[in-house]
């Protein structure tokens, strides 16, 4: 626990993420990177896309919402190439006014998406910034 009294960052991804990462390449998301091996036969399409406060979306948009567009704008990239989401990668970037209850509604938005769609949290990273907050995928 940090001198704020909340988590730092390893605590933060083992409370709100480590539980998202459930494809065996995640590895518990014990590094900031990830495994994956397409099917035989298979390409692999990658995209990113960031979304940044005041500019992707309103500071007072809830956390779920902010988090199922940030992973939807992604979605939608994957789906134009004709291809099927497996998994993703996360840089989340958060102020120093982040609050738990914030990263928990955020979390439980990519959880609600990681079932419709039937995919997992993979790695990423997370910093501190002096603002805005921003999310890539």
Request: proline share 9%; charged share 25%.
């Amino acid at each position: 626990m940090s001198a704020s009294g909340r988590p730092d960052e390893d605590e933060l991804v083992a409370r709100y993420f480590r539980p998202l990462a459930a494809a065996p390449g995640a590895a518990g998301l014990a590094d900031d990177a990830a495994t994956y091996q397409p099917p035989e036969g298979q390409e692999l399409v990658l995209t990113t896309d960031a979304v940044v406060c005041g500019v992707h979306f309103l500071p007072d948009d809830p956390p779920d919402v902010v988090a199922r567009k940030a992973l939807r704008v992604n979605l939608s990239d994957i789906a134009a190439k004709g291809a099927r989401p497996v998994g993703y990668l996360l840089t989340l970037a958060l102020t120093e006014d982040w609050t738990p209850d914030w990263l928990e509604g955020f979390a439980e938005g990519l959880a609600a998406d990681q079932d419709e769609f039937g995919i997992s949290l993979l790695g990423g990273d997370t910093v501190k910034t002096p603002g805005p907050l921003w999310i890539s995928i």
